[in-house]
């Protein structure tokens, strides 16, 4: 039943999509890196089959914000089957108590959300331990918390090059791929430019002038299903996209009761109705 419709919808929205980040990075000024977009698309809460059904349509890059769903989607026999060639993106919030889990991750092709020295510590070491018998590096970004809100994780803007530095010199099993915000929502680009698109822009100029890095060779993943267009024709080269690809994400709802359940425990609306009616009585 869901591959009779969903399967059609899927493969529509992705090539909409596609094209929507290739004509936004044609509007890109010629004074930014030419670094070709790259679009990951977010399957959070959504099951293997529309993974599976994306990636025959030649997409490569996914994500998912939380471990334990990552953890199962990557090892899912159907997805290790059909999709041998797929990269996966971290994109959530990363504990040290599930660097361990995360890192054994088929496929893992980058964790976008190294928000300390502390962690990015954590995760060469385990990196190292766990791939011993490998020499490939893990990509990593650093998140900046760029809207200063309390509610966002990443970095302070202004720890931002001595926490590349750190990386770059003390863990040789990393990667540094770019930098990384998730920034405020809904902001209206009536008012210009994004802000923390913008400040994600001064935090790379500002590490490539300390640490003497080339500008395109550090990335920027910034923009979601709401902005991606304007992010990327302002220098984002990483994309994060889940909605607009695959529909409203479906988050578990508490068990409907049974029937039997229903008749003997009410409703909160039913709740209201019947004290009501206890009051008037009264």
């Known amino acids: 039943m869901w591959k009779v419709g969903m399967s059609e919808e899927v493969g529509k929205a992705l090539h ?20 070709p977009p790259r679009l990951v698309a977010v399957s959070k809460t959504k099951p293997p089959d529309m993974v ?18 990552l953890v199962d989607k990557a090892s899912n026999p159907q997805i290790l089957e059909s999709c041998p060639e797929i990269e996966w993106h971290f994109i959530g919030h990363l504990q040290k108590n ?21 962690l990015a510590d954590k995760v060469n070491s ?22 200063g809100e309390e509610s966002k994780h990443g970095l302070p803007p202004g720890e931002t090059v001595t926490t590349v530095k750190h990386i770059l010199s003390k863990c040789s099993a990393l990667h540094f791929s770019g ?5 405020r929502y809904g902001y209206d680009l009536a008012d210009g430019p994004n802000p923390d698109f913008q400040a994600l822009l001064s ?26 267009e304007h992010a990327i024709e302002v220098g984002s080269t990483n994309v994060r996209v889940g909605s607009t690809i695959f529909g409203n994400r479906d988050y578990p709802n508490t068990p409907t009761p049974s029937p039997e359940k229903k008749s003997k425990v009410p409703t909160e609306e039913a709740a209201k109705k019947m004290e009501r009616l206890t009051v008037t009585q009264q």
Not at 16 to 31: G, I, M, W
Not at 126 to 147: C, D, E, G, P, Y
Request: proline share 4%.
């Open 203 to 228: 935090r790379r100029q500002e590490v490539c002038t300390s640490l003497q890095l080339p500008l395109e060779d550090v990335e920027l993943s910034m923009g979601m299903s709401t902005d991606f």
């Open 52 to 69: 599976i059904e994306a990636y025959r349509k030649g997409h490569r890059n996914f994500g998912e914000n939380y471990v334990n769903e």
């Open 179 to 183: 930098l990384m915000t998730i920034g």
């Open 16 to 35: 909409a999509v596609v094209d929507r980040v290739n004509q936004a990075a044609a509007r890109r000024p010629k004074t930014l890196p030419a670094v």
């Open 126 to 147: 385990s990196w190292q331990r766990l791939r011993a018998a490998s020499t490939h590096k893990l990509k990593i970004m650093v998140q900046i918390n760029t809207s």
């Open 98 to 118: 599930n660097v361990n889990k995360l890192l054994g991750v088929p496929n893992l092709f980058m964790v976008e959300t190294v928000d300390s020295a502390k």
